[in-house]
């Protein structure tokens, strides 16, 4: 018996036709409403607007990947790509415009500003709005695809709690298939037989989508399935158990044709890059300008108040583990910069009675602002550490480097959470690596904006910091 397939399930390429179709629309609409708020009319230059637009738009999409299934794609990651498509498209027509006299629009800055604006609000809206109506539409059973597990196991678990965590990628997992289930139903999910039984199952269009969650250990067993599922039309998944290993954000990419998973990755793609950038820009800048006269006031201090230079720079490791120099207003009588650093302790008498303040309320911090401008470091992130203790932990600690896989930050997930200061212990020195890779793993900008937030708050001034 063929199962009855989802009322949209055939309509997928009507779906992204549609999103094509919105896209110029709004593209338009944006240019119109701009029109309409200069007071100027729609001629000939408007039209020709309108029409460079739209082919750099789809060529930009294309090359993103816009269009196409989103099942999998998470709403932030779908909203950065529009807004990207949208940056490669204005960038291209404004370098068309210095062609044509007959552009003569975007001479206004005014205008282009307008229109960039609204285009990015109602090509987004639209993108948020569908994804709204199609989760809602799921979460009725309409819009989604029947998926087999074939292994019951941690990773088939896993796997089946994702999909329920994320109720808008349409994906409902009805069955499990294993030769070794000691229980009728997993996780609320019922074991339909044998591993040998989704063959049959298949045949007959059970499912839309089948998942091999089995070990690699079991590799004859892997492909005598596979080329067994050959005999149906059933989507078919192999989920590689390689998340036994301590992955850093691994991606799956090819090799002219030959699939590969990265084990350990940046967890920026370039549209993260370019947001993250943008904020330490944008906000560095305000802080700076906030920062300023108190920054003037703590130099004058410093050099009244004990002999040497103002600021004070340390040789650290930045991204990918290169060599940097962070600025710091100088706090100790003496600037260790070499193989082997001490770190600061309670009492340390190296430590200037204003050094002293400026390290408890983090104020010697403040030049790494201008780190953050000149691209070294990031208002958060991993704090660096000095090459000695770099060289000395990634012996000690597993993983310990791959904190270097983002810029270092002033302030960062383990700071807000206390590990900070002192590591007098290797126990201390862990838990703050152990912080720092969860912030990479699971980092957003709405992350960054939370850690931001409540540095302000608690990560000032802490009882740790001498």
Known sequence: MQATPSILSPHHKLLDFMNRLADIFFLGLALSLTLTQLDKSWGQ????????????????????????????????????????????????????????????????REFL???????????????????VVLTAIRQHGINTRKAAIVGCNALGRSLVQRF??????????????????????????????????????????????????????????IKQLIDGLADSTTNVFLV?????????????????????????????SFADSVVKRGFDIFAGLGILSIIALPMLVIAVAVKMTSKGPIVFKQIRYGLDGKP???????????????????????????????????RRTSLDELPQFINVLQGQMSIVGPRPHAVAHNEEYRKLIKGYMLRHKVKPGITGWAQIN?????????????KRVEYDLAYIRNWTVWLDIKIVFLTVFKGFINKNAY
């Not at 339909?192 to 998942?211: M, T």
């Not at 991606?251 to 920026?268: C, E, H, K, M, V």
């Not at 706090?331 to 190296?350: E, H, I, Y």
């Open 45 to 108: 230059s408007a039209t020709l607007l309108l029409l460079f637009s739209i082919v750099y738009y789809q060529l930009a999409a294309a090359l993103i990947g816009i269009y196409g299934s989103q099942r999998s794609i998470k709403v932030r990651e779908q909203m950065l790509q529009t807004l990207l498509a949208l940056a490669g498209t204005f960038a291209l027509v404004a370098m068309t415009s210095n062609l044509s006299n007959r552009l003569h629009f975007l001479a206004d």
């Open 113 to 131: 500003l307008f229109w960039v604006i609204l285009s990015a609000l109602l090509l987004t809206a639209w993108r948020l709005t569908t994804r």
């Open 164 to 221: 329920h965590n994320n109720r808008w990628m349409g994906i409902d997992p009805v069955a499990f298939y294993d030769d070794h289930a000691d229980s009728t139903t997993i996780d609320g999910i019922t074991v339909h037989g044998r591993i040998a039984d989704v063959l049959e199952d298949a045949r007959y269009n059970k499912f839309d989508r089948i998942y091999i969650t089995l070990p690699m250990s079991e590799q004859a067993s």
């Open 240 to 268: 590689p158990d390689v998340f036994v290993f301590d992955l850093m954000n691994s991606r799956q990419t090819s090799i002219d044709g030959l699939p590969a998973i990265s084990i350990y990755d940046t967890p920026f």
């Open 324 to 358: 940097i120099e962070v600025w710091k207003f100088r706090s100790m009588t003496t600037m260790d910069n070499g193989n082997v650093v001490k770190q600061a302790t309670k009492g340390d008498s190296r430590i200037t009675p204003l050094g002293a303040f400026l």
């Open 418 to 430: 206390g590990w900070r200061g002192e590591t007098d212990t290797l126990d201390k020195m862990e």
